[in-house]
């Protein structure tokens, strides 16, 4: 199974800052990767696919980078309604498999 | 509109037989490239992708759930149906439904979870 490297497990920022999340592959997954916000009680949110493509009518203060095995997602100008846990899942193979989550909490 | 929603038990006793529909709209089955997968995750754990089913009838099933779990779809009902056999305390978890285009993979739409409970 491919595994997926997520960091920081955590992250405290407050409004209006920039924020970078890191998934590693433990090998080359092409761009078959999404990032994805989940909250309590919500349907997750895919936010980006293709490792860099916006879902629609994700705002596009989110932004993806990388292909192989780094991938990156920053999200500029944090809104309140950012703080939540992030996860990267890739999708080159079966079985799919996640990174461990970043939890975005404000400072 | 696109909307995915599970349905099923909140409570399972270990040994039972674990089954959760999935319930969709705004697109089809039918459709070439469509698939339904189907995801989990534990209270304070990783998400786990589990199975997927696709619009010509092909299926995938995650390692940790392979010998137990079969996932059919009924088109004519827009939905598909989780069956998870010998159910344990593990398998507590939040389950979801979401939409895949195979051309694009990973999942558009998901459904807001169903918590299932395994307990005597």
């Known amino acids: 199974d491919i595994q997926m490297t997520q960091s920081p497990s955590s992250l405290s920022a407050s409004v209006g800052d920039r924020v970078t999340i890191t998934c590693r592959a433990s090998q080359d997954i092409r761009d078959d990767l999404g990032w994805y916000q989940m909250k309590p009680g919500k349907a997750p949110k895919r936010l980006i696919y293709a490792a860099s493509t916006l879902q629609s009518g994700v705002p596009s203060r989110f932004s993806g980078s990388g292909s192989g095995t780094e991938f990156t997602l920053t999200i500029n100008s944090l809104q309140p309604d950012d703080f939540a846990t992030y996860f990267c899942l890739h999708h080159n193979l079966y079985p799919y498999t996640f990174g461990q989550g970043t939890k975005l909490d404000i400072k | 509109q696109i909307t995915l929603k599970e349905s099923g038990p909140t409570l399972v006793k270990p040994t039972q037989t674990l089954t959760l529909t999935c319930t969709f709209s705004?697109?089809?089955?039918?459709?070439?490239?469509?698939?339904v997968g189907w995801l989990r995750q534990a209270p304070g754990k990783v998400p786990e992708w589990l199975g997927i089913?696709?619009?010509?009838?092909?299926?995938r099933y995650g390692p940790s759930v392979k010998s137990r779990l079969t996932i059919t779809k009924d088109t004519s009902r827009n939905q598909v149906v989780f069956t998870m056999t010998d159910a344990d305390p593990v398998d507590s978890a939040t389950y979801y439904c979401?939409?895949?285009?195979?051309?694009?993979?990973?999942?558009?739409?998901w459904g807001q979870g169903a918590l299932v409970t395994v307990s005597s």
């Open positions: 705004g697109f089809s089955l039918t459709t070439s490239g469509v698939g």
């Open positions: 089913i696709y619009w010509d009838d092909d299926k």
């Open positions: 979401a939409r895949q285009i195979y051309d694009i993979g990973g999942f558009d739409y």
